[in-house]
């Protein structure tokens, strides 16, 4: 069974770091392209980021283009999202989500809250 | 950006009774290899999205066959041939054809 777990969410200050992950297991993670997605509270989806199973090609929404890093180590098979200069408004919940043009297994989700 | 606009944004439905969600985008999702992005989701309360169809009309494995998608180039359809009391939740439609990827704003399905 495919399961994709994100974990590293927590309530960071604004213009603080903070590293989100994602461990996927039950498919062929170097042959995945993978995306994070995110929800502001009530709010709906909007996607962010993806990275393609090579690691060499990636994508970023202008919201967090220059702030946020995509990148993967198909050895552990792990996705990793290093937030920059976060801010307020970057307050939602992540999904770490397999796929890119046909995202399917979306993980649980982690919260991100941006406030001092 | 490619905008995708449903409707309606809340959708009351009999239990029993057949819902239809509109998905409009602003520009043709048919891409260079001839397929056509466009996914729906649902999610339910509290819960992650789950897809349920892809490439506009095939449903995902386990998905109950009252829930199907059609359209073509700019307009698309989900229709959900009778409600259940689990069908509640929000549904997006999401096109993965045009950088960058965005969603719909999102029905919500509820029982009236």
């Known amino acids: 069974e495919v399961q994709v777990v994100d974990s590293g969410g927590d309530l960071v200050q604004p213009g603080g770091s903070l590293r989100l992950s994602c461990a996927a297991s039950g498919l062929t993670f170097s042959a995945s392209d993978m995306t994070w997605v995110r929800q502001a509270p009530g709010k709906g989806l909007e996607w962010l980021s993806s990275?393609?199973?090579?690691?060499?090609?990636?994508f970023y929404a202008d919201s967090v283009k220059g702030r946020f890093i995509i990148s993967r180590d198909n050895s552990k098979n792990t996705l990793d999202l290093q937030m920059n200069n976060l801010r307020a408004e970057d307050t939602a919940i992540y999904y770490c989500v397999r796929g890119l043009r046909t995202p399917d297994k979306w993980g649980q989700g982690t919260v991100v809250t941006v406030s001092s | 950006d490619v905008v995708m606009t449903q409707s309606p944004v809340s959708l009351p439905v009999t239990l029993g009774q057949p819902a239809s969600i509109s998905c409009t985008s602003s520009?043709?999702?048919?891409?260079?290899?001839?397929?056509?992005?466009l996914n729906w989701f649902q999610q339910r309360p509290g819960q992650s999205p789950r897809r349920l169809i892809y490439?506009?009309?095939n449903r995902d494995s386990g998905v109950p066959d009252r829930f199907s998608g059609s359209g073509s180039g700019t307009d698309f359809t989900l229709k959900i041939s009778r409600v259940e009391a689990e069908d509640v939740g929000v549904y997006y439609c999401m096109q993965g054809t045009h950088w960058p990827l965005t969603f719909g704003g999102g029905t919500k399905v509820e029982i009236k």
């Open positions: 490439m506009v009309s």
């Open positions: 520009q043709s999702l048919v891409y260079s290899d001839g397929n056509t992005y």
């Open positions: 990275i393609r199973a090579n690691g060499f090609d990636t």
